[in-house]
């Protein structure tokens, strides 16, 4: 722990399950001349169960006190959140956040601005919760060549794959997982890959040196998987994920996406269950940086924030500014379409005579060559789709371009043999992940 040197205030704003942590922290700990003064809620009347009686309605009573250094941000959301931090920054304060929409979406505005203020931003909390990655990336990692980046970044999804891997189907899955706390408010931004997209795209720009937006991730969700595809991945040696991933592919691009995809068994990342997040980095000269824990709730995330506030006292003490450098490098990103992927597909196929024909030759017309190919009979697997009696098939692929892949699925769905349509619903497609 650093030297006890100048008494440095924090302001805290948001007082809900990482600011209640972080409250604790501040309680349990010596914290070494570094003080909790101020706290603004909605609500300064509200009975709340934490060690601290200093509350105000009013955000400006920390943004404009002159005794506070640092004002720490944790209400999360766009706005107010970007305009606190914005007004904090211009009255010379330093900063703290765990806001992943703010930083994701504003993160090049506000270090500048915190760059002309002389002011530093701590921002670790802001993705995978108690992992550190943020300041070993800016600090480290980002020193070397990164090629690439691979996550689990959102628990509830992690935690709802797990579940399903014990044949708990989907929704009763996502319901444990809201039980537990696990979700956002909105779980929809959990379970579309929106919260893990937010998260790849902070730490795929500090990699990168170009700040990559939320809305320049790929992202596809979860929702259409089912438990047989866990089983059906396990029998093919992997297991399912919601991977984010960055990579760089030729010079000047990179490709930012995330989904979820089939990962080896012997992938480190296949064995992080539960609500776990973990990050796994490759690069020169370091090879390889693996991670993993808690990626959300109060005790993790809060000692992200806090470890920020003791790091940016420090540096106060000393009067050193760490400038976050972005948008230093000029690079594309990739057009999915042309990337190009191993996968697996579910069909399922009416169970007549000439289904599976019909099937393989349009996979053949469109150049797929199909790695394994899987159908069972029985219970777990037969479904009645519009009527008609069907069995899920699946098939792995070699890699293809995967516009060629989207392209497939229109003619798959239109085959038409003298018995009707070969395939019933909707095909269900996932990539599998390969080594980087
Ligand atoms: N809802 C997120 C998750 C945690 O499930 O990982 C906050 O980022």
Not at 110 to 128: S, T, Y
Not at 184 to 205: N, T
Not at 237 to 246: M, S
Not at 247 to 262: F, M, Q, T, W, Y
Request: proline content about 5%; aromatic content about 8%; some cysteine.
């Amino acid at each position: 722990m650093m030297d006890k040197g100048k008494a440095i205030n924090v302001g805290l704003i948001g007082c809900g399950v990482v600011g209640s942590g972080l409250v604790e922290l501040f309680s349990e700990n010596n914290n070494n001349g570094v003080n909790l003064k101020k706290i603004a809620v909605k609500d300064s009347k509200k009975p709340r169960k934490v060690p601290f009686n200093n509350f105000t309605d009013n955000a400006d009573e920390i943004l404009e006190d002159p005794g506070i250094d640092i004002v720490v941000e944790l209400i999360g959301g766009h706005n107010p959140a970007k305009e606190y931090l914005v007004k904090a920054i211009k009255n010379g304060k330093h900063v703290v956040t765990a806001n992943k929409a703010v930083i994701s979406e504003h993160g090049p505005e506000l270090f500048e601005l915190a760059r002309k203020h002389n002011v530093n931003i701590g921002f670790e909390g802001a993705v995978a919760g108690g992992i550190p990655i943020i300041n070993p990336l800016l600090e480290q990692l980002s020193l070397g060549d990164i090629t690439s980046i691979t996550g689990i970044l959102n628990g509830t999804t992690n935690f709802i794959l797990t579940r399903m891997g014990e044949r708990i189907d989907y929704e009763s899955a996502l319901k444990i997982a809201q039980e537990k706390g696990f979700a956002e408010s909105d779980p929809g931004f959990d379970v579309l890959g929106l919260d893990a997209a937010q998260k790849i795209a902070i730490l795929a720009s500090l990699a990168y040196g170009r700040w990559i937006k939320p809305s320049e991730v790929y992202c596809e969700g979860i929702a259409e998987i089912m438990p047989i595809d866990v089983d059906y991945a396990k029998e093919l040696g992997y297991a399912i994920k919601l991977l984010a991933t960055a990579r760089k592919i030729n010079e000047g691009e990179v490709d930012v996406r995330v989904h979820p995809a089939l990962i080896s068994n012997s992938h480190k990342l296949s064995r992080v269950n539960e609500e776990f997040n973990a990050i796994y980095i490759q690069g020169s000269p370091f090879d390889e940086y693996f991670n993993v824990g808690k990626g959300a709730g109060k005790g993790p995330t809060a000692f992200s924030v806090y470890y920020d506030i003791v790091k940016i006292a420090e540096m106060a003490r000393s009067e050193t500014v760490r400038e976050i450098r972005v948008n230093y490098k000029d690079l594309k990103i990739a057009d999915q379409d042309k990337v190009s992927t191993e996968g697996y597909l579910r069909l399922y196929l009416r169970h007549v005579p000439g289904s599976l024909h019909s099937v393989v030759g349009v996979l053949a017309n469109h150049g797929w060559n199909v790695k394994d190919s899987i159908q069972r009979s029985g219970p777990r697997y037969e479904m009645t789709v519009d009527g008609i009696k069907c069995l899920p098939n699946i098939i792995t692929h070699e890699p293809l371009p995967f516009g060629v892949i989207k392209n497939t699925i229109p003619d798959l769905i239109n085959i038409r043999t003298e018995k009707g349509k070969s395939v019933h619903g909707i095909p269900f497609y996932m990539r599998i992940h390969n080594s980087h």
